[in-house]
């Protein structure tokens, strides 16, 4: 069974794409398993907690694997790829993150899947607030499959997903977009946490002046 995001009508020009098709994701490919995680000189391996709440890449704790086992599997990210975690506790199933990077090659685990898009019909930004939209209105978290201690969210049902692809110069201005406002956010955010800091240190001095009559 085909599943998507909550049904809409479309603008023109707009249709809805299956994960699973090659004019969408060119590559869909899930990570590998590796019991050594703790190699001196090994390889980066990412995991789940490599993946934030926030759609960031966290190199705070690196698992590394021995280069061999790295080799074989031949499976290293690439920048621009969208990173899905396929398995974690049900309300984190489903985070994702672009990745841009590291100061290192890096493979990733099972609990990992790499998107890779057909960059004809869809950009790496899209594919990312699509698959974060749907992990926020709790669409992974309700469709996983539940197991003791953790869920998953395999290939077989990722490949089934839809979602809406506008043409790409129209992706383009809409992920512009997003991202001015996420930024005006987080700016309205600091702004906030600052000023309620200065309040908390003012209303102080500002009681102890009213009650001595110096206001």
């Known amino acids: 069974m085909v599943m998507v995001m909550e049904k809409f009508d479309l603008p023109e020009r707009w249709k809805w794409g299956k994960l699973g098709d090659k004019e969408v994701l060119s590559e869909i ?6 019991g050594k995680k703790d190699v001196d000189g090994g390889v980066p391996h990412l995991r789940m907690n490599n993946i934030s709440r926030g759609g960031y890449l966290d190199m705070t704790l690196v698992r590394r694997i021995p280069i061999s086992i790295a080799e074989k599997a031949n499976k290293w990210l690439e920048v621009g790829d969208v990173v899905f975690n396929n398995t974690n506790s049900t309300e984190l199933v489903g985070k994702s993150i672009i990745f841009a990077g590291w100061s290192e090659r890096c493979t990733f685990s099972n609990h990992m899947t790499r998107l890779r898009c057909n960059k004809k019909t869809l950009t790496t930004e899209w594919l990312y607030f ?3 939209e749907l992990w926020l209105s709790g669409f992974f978290a ?3 499959t539940e197991f003791i201690g953790q869920s998953a969210f395999n290939k077989d049902k990722l490949v089934e997903i839809e979602i809406p692809i506008p043409p790409i110069d129209e992706q383009r201005r809409i992920v512009a977009r997003i991202e001015e406002l996420t930024k005006r956010v987080e700016e309205a955010k600091k702004i906030t946490k600052a000023t309620l800091a200065e309040l908390d240190s003012f209303t102080p001095a500002l009681l102890a002046k009213a009650f001595k009559g110096e206001l």
């Open 29 to 34: 490919h899930p990570g590998f398993a590796c």
């Open 130 to 132: 699509s698959l974060r």
């Open 142 to 144: 309700a469709n996983c």
